[in-house]
């Protein structure tokens, strides 16, 4: 079975510029979660989404924006970029079956660049 | 709110050694699980071993175990016979139940190299 996914891999925008990031979970998966990885530094929580709706969100501002749409996949939306908002964005899948807790399991990342 | 501390920013070991990696954590939470992700040069995130906090039992997978003690709030990770392959930036993270997010906290990481 293929695990998460993530596009694009690569991204280079330019202060201002809008971004839209893909993810797309496990199969079966119902649950995914964005995080924020700066470089030399641990994945920072910014939003989860179960069922198409926000479920949690981590201390970012509204520049930061996400959705989930029917067949379980995300975006992640980021306005006005700021050259802070380089870093890897790393989306994470969980069953979502309403556990208390669940196993997340992440994909390969999207390297964002802001010049 | 719940914190997550890697004290070692970098370790060394030798190939076929053994090696731990400490962690220590802050919550007023009962019920929560622990978990070590492993994230090599290639950057994706790898799960190495999960610990639900109920459990007195410590998890293994394969060279992969943690010593847990939870009222110490401590969760390390130990990894027998060290192989080239295990070489990473490691991160211990804590995970909030669904009705605080359902989200990870995790450590600055733990920078391992092996040599051979």
């Known amino acids: ?115 | 709110a719940q914190t997550v501390t890697q004290s070692q920013p970098e370790m060394s070991v030798q190939e076929a050694e053994t090696v731990t990696l400490s962690c220590t954590y802050d919550t007023s939470e009962n019920n929560y699980y622990l978990f070590w992700y492993k994230q090599p040069p290639s950057r994706q995130m790898i799960l190495v071993i999960r610990q639900e906090a109920y459990k007195q039992q410590n998890a293994t997978e394969n060279r992969f175990s943690v010593n847990f003690q939870k009222a110490a709030k401590s969760f390390s990770l130990k990894i027998s016979d060290s192989q080239l392959g295990d070489t990473a930036m490691y991160f211990c993270a804590f995970m909030t139940p669904y009705n605080q997010g359902g989200k990870l906290i995790f450590g600055q990481g733990t920078e391992l190299s092996v040599k051979p």
Not at chain 1, 28 to 37: E, R
Not at chain 1, 64 to 85: C, I, K, M
């Open chain 1, 1 to 115: 079975d293929a695990g998460v996914t993530q596009s694009p891999t690569h991204l280079i925008k330019t202060r201002g510029q809008q971004v839209t990031l893909r993810c797309s979970p496990i199969s079966g998966h119902k649950s995914v979660s964005w995080y924020q990885q700066v470089l030399g530094q641990g994945p920072q929580f910014i939003f989860q989404y179960y069922e198409k709706e926000e479920r949690g969100r981590g201390n970012f501002p509204d520049r930061f924006s996400a959705r989930q749409f029917p067949n379980y996949s995300s975006e992640l939306n980021v306005n006005a970029l700021l050259l802070g908002d380089s870093a890897l964005y790393l989306c994470a899948s969980s069953l979502g079956q309403g556990a208390f807790l669940e196993t997340q399991y992440f994909g390969p990342g999207t390297r964002l660049l802001v010049l």
